[in-house]
């Protein structure tokens, strides 16, 4: 149980354009799911926390308009980067947490790698 | 502030040997603690946690970790390394004034163990 699904795993762009990774809860209700970015050989970056049916919650430093996060339903959130630009090229995870668990862990996608040409 | 430490980049261990990969951590009042392992360009995988009780947790794949108040530490143990157990494990803290759901990561140790 507790699976997360991330898609696409690789994606590969043109610099300008937005790409939509989705973030899938398959066996559970995830009323909070964590958008985290991943530089090569460094820990996490927590970028935004994403609740169901509001507006996702943004670290300090990361820009709203150019990470839009929407989680319409219990099960899937997405993260879309607009206007991509090859500083952008990184490895991106999400997880997800039980409804209500402060003390659960974390249930995390597969990460998705993008690459901005 | 909240904060996890892995004071090593990398951990070097023979299989077979035992291992240990180190975590300390601040925070206020009664910590939530974890352990992570991501493996090369996946996401992370759950290996224990610590919330109350025992200080002695057992996870998965064999391994372990000791919560010691006194010492702010949560040591990642195993008592007979794998070459497959070669990955990157992430020590994590959740305190309870974090203000919801946010987990705090370590910055990682490399495990290599050489066959």
């Known amino acids: 149980g507790a699976v997360v699904s991330q898609h696409p795993s690789w994606v590969i762009c043109k610099s300008g354009t937005s790409v939509k990774i989705e973030c899938r809860s398959l066996d559970f209700q995830a009323t909070t799911m964590f958008w985290y970015r991943q530089f090569p050989k460094q820990s996490l970056m927590l970028m935004a926390t994403?609740?169901?049916?509001?507006?996702?919650?943004?670290e300090q430093g990361v820009e709203k308009d150019k990470f839009l996060i929407n989680h319409a339903s219990l099960t899937l959130s997405t993260l879309t980067v607009t206007s991509a630009h090859p500083e952008d090229s990184s490895f991106y995870i999400c997880s997800a947490s039980w409804a209500g668990a402060n003390t659960g862990e974390l249930f995390f996608g597969e990460g998705s790698r993008l690459t901005v040409l | 502030a909240q904060s996890v430490a892995q004071p090593e980049d990398q951990v070097n261990v023979a299989e077979g040997n035992p291992l240990t990969v180190k975590c300390t951590y601040s925070?206020?009042?009664?910590?939530?603690l974890f352990w992570y392992v991501q493996y090369p360009n996946r996401g992370l995988q759950f290996l224990l946690k610590y919330i109350t009780g025992d200080n002695l947790v057992k996870g998965s794949y064999g391994f372990e970790a000791e919560f010691n108040k006194s010492q702010t530490s949560f040591h990642l143990k195993k008592p007979s390394a794998l070459v497959s157990d070669s990955a990157l494990y992430f020590c994590?803290?959740?305190?309870?004034?974090?203000?919801?759901?946010?987990?705090?990561f370590g910055a990682g140790t490399r495990l290599f163990v050489k066959a």
């Open positions: 994403s609740n169901e049916g509001s507006k996702a919650t943004y």
């Open positions: 925070v206020s009042g009664n910590p939530y």
């Open positions: 994590a803290v959740r305190g309870l004034n974090t203000g919801g759901f946010k987990t705090i």
